[in-house]
């Protein structure tokens, strides 16, 4: 076998040299910044990229969720783009207290016609960027560090030079040291603050450092380390706004942006869902509720977040996986016996508590009401599932109190099917399955004809009812007359039963529960029947009369004997 050696050919990333490192002590207690750049760095990911209307519908909803900046495009690289943010200013869709992002290299050209397509628009966030990483120094431009850092100097004094007086009031800069995550980090930050120095500001008039791990490239910590190093050597850092944009090349996006909070950031970009280049841009959508599990407010509006899911797949023609963070199918649900049984003693519990009661269900971290999913999907049945889930489905679903002993002789009856089946089975399947077995299973005995006579008496100078029973039941094929006499109608049934080949039994167990309203109430009853031979029957009985669904409980119960 070959392996998996990698002879050298890789190698980690360099140690970030951070003396004292506070992050890993501290927590996230507000909601950062947010920006969603689904619309320009999203879009861009997409197969069929976004046509205006589609891009107009979309940041309607980035609006109703909260986001307060959005990058909406890139101007001077796309007619569509211009026309699309020219919409948004001449439509006035913008409200007061969002701010619009735009991306733009830092040339003349490019730089004059994005501030034009910025005409009118009340305050905007100019976004440029150049990369800064040994390998892009090298094989893209061909460029030393003093030569990269003098294209991100002339990068903002051509910014400068197109920008009136005016202009400067309503557009702030934010600069990103592209391949930040591979870039040596004494040189990130030296390259930011010449851009900070070149383009001024204060506490009132902050310049936004978008430190990108382009592409991810060394486990969350590192990128925790390198955030709090630069935070720490940064001056004036009152003035200064850090923020993620934080990619998935190794699947630990989200972990990578909240250790950068941690580690001192104020702002995180990102994208509904993880929607991006190669693995994707960080999920804002799981920082967010990650955050609210918490007992943090994020500032963003997910309460209905199957909702939102629906429109982001119309609208980029993406799919969300069954098992993504919160808003997968899937997240919900236990098919595993023991998990299944945890959480329906949980919910059960649950149910008696105060609505706003500390929240411990286990197994699931949130309440899916929070986020406007739903109870019903949390558990499904296969093969893999144990004795409590169908138990649960019948309940939930069909309102029917299946008893705790019961749910093991259920269970194996559902697993069964499930096994055979080779799938999940649905609500309803489970419940014919059921319904089969308990409520409609003659195999051995059913009842022709039925009739019961109370008697009143006396007995001590004290009132006793005597209940009389007479029945035609049919036995394995052979129809016999019977009759005899109880304290009621379930014991006189299965006293007259002792005249038929039955086996001789005791009821070990019975239970009994209502189900509807009003008119089309029914009674259930559950009985265990306790044979001469050791061998126990659950039987199931349901009925608008509370003393047949007893007697129909023992028929079913003996229907079980092989």
């Not at 207290?97 to 050209?109: F, K, S, Y």
């Not at 500001?201 to 709090?228: F, G, H, R, W």
């Not at 002789?409 to 069964?416: I, M, P, Q, T, Y």
């Amino acid at each position: 076998m070959a392996g998996m050696n990698p002879n050298g050919k890789y190698a980690p990333i360099a140690d970030i040299p951070l003396e004292n490192r506070e992050w890993p002590s501290k927590k996230i207690t507000k909601a950062p910044l947010w920006c969603s750049v689904d619309l320009r760095d999203g879009n861009q990911a997409l197969v069929n990229p976004m046509g205006i209307e589609t891009k107009l519908a979309f940041f309607d909803l980035l609006v109703k969720i909260g986001f307060k900046e959005i990058e909406v495009g890139f101007p001077a690289a796309s007619d569509t783009e211009y026309e699309f943010i020219r919409r948004l200013i001449e439509e006035k869709r913008i409200p007061d207290d969002v701010t619009i992002q735009v991306l733009c290299q830092a040339r003349e050209a490019l730089v004059k016609k994005t501030i034009e397509c910025l005409r009118g628009a009340p305050k905007a966030i100019f976004h440029i960027y150049n990369s800064t990483s040994p390998a892009q120094r090298k094989y893209t431009f061909g460029k030393s560090k003093e030569e990269i850092k003098q294209i991100a100097i002339d990068g903002v004094r051509c910014i400068k030079s197109c920008l009136s007086d005016e202009d400067r009031k309503r557009i702030r800069l934010e600069y990103s040291p592209e391949s930040f995550s591979m870039t040596e980090i004494d040189y990130a930050v030296e390259i930011c603050e010449a851009v900070k120095n070149e383009w001024g500001c204060s506490p009132d008039n902050k310049i936004i450092m978008n430190l990108p791990t382009t592409v991810e490239c060394a486990t969350p910590n590192v990128y925790a380390d390198q955030i709090e190093y630069f935070c720490k050597h940064i001056t004036d850092r009152d003035s200064v706004i850090v923020s993620t944009h934080c990619h998935n090349d190794r699947g630990t996006g989200v972990a990578s942006a909240e250790l950068g909070l941690l580690a001192g950031a104020d702002r995180v970009e990102g994208c509904l869902f993880g929607n991006g280049e190669r693995t994707g841009n960080l999920d804002i959508v799981t920082v967010a509720i990650n955050m609210f599990s918490q007992g943090v407010n994020p500032e963003l509006d997910f309460h209905d977040v199957e909702s939102i899911a629906e429109k982001y797949m119309e609208y980029t023609g993406m799919e969300i996986p069954p098992r993504t963070p919160w808003v997968g199918e899937l997240v919900f649900t236990a098919f595993s016996g023991s998990h299944q049984d945890a959480i329906r003693k949980g919910l059960a519990a649950r149910a008696k508590m105060d609505k706003n009661a500390l929240w411990d269900v286990p197994y699931i971290l949130i309440d899916p009401h929070d986020i406007g999913r739903q109870y019903e999907g949390i558990i499904r049945i296969n093969s893999q599932s144990g004795k409590g889930g169908a138990a649960f489905i019948l309940e939930q679903d069909y309102g029917l109190c299946i008893p705790k002993a019961m749910h093991p002789v259920l269970g194996s009856a559902v697993k069964d099917s499930a096994d055979k089946a080779q799938r999940e089975l649905k609500s309803e399947e489970i419940y014919s399955i059921f319904e089969s077995r308990w409520l409609k299973n003659r195999s051995n005995l059913s009842i022709i004809d039925l009739s019961e006579t109370h008697v009143e008496g006396r007995k001590e100078n004290e009132s006793t009812e005597t209940t009389l029973c007479r029945a035609v039941v049919n036995w394995k094929g052979q129809q016999i007359s019977i009759g005899e006499k109880g304290n009621g109608p379930l014991d006189a049934f299965a006293n007259a039963l002792t005249q038929t080949p039955a086996p001789r039994f005791n009821i070990t167990a019975f239970h009994e529960h209502s189900i509807g309203t009003g008119n089309n109430t029914s009674a259930v009853a559950y009985v265990q029947l306790t044979c001469e031979d050791g061998n126990q029957y659950w039987g199931v009985g349901k009925s608008t009369d509370v003393g047949r669904a007893g007697v129909d409980a023992v028929v079913s119960a003996l229907n079980q004997i092989a």
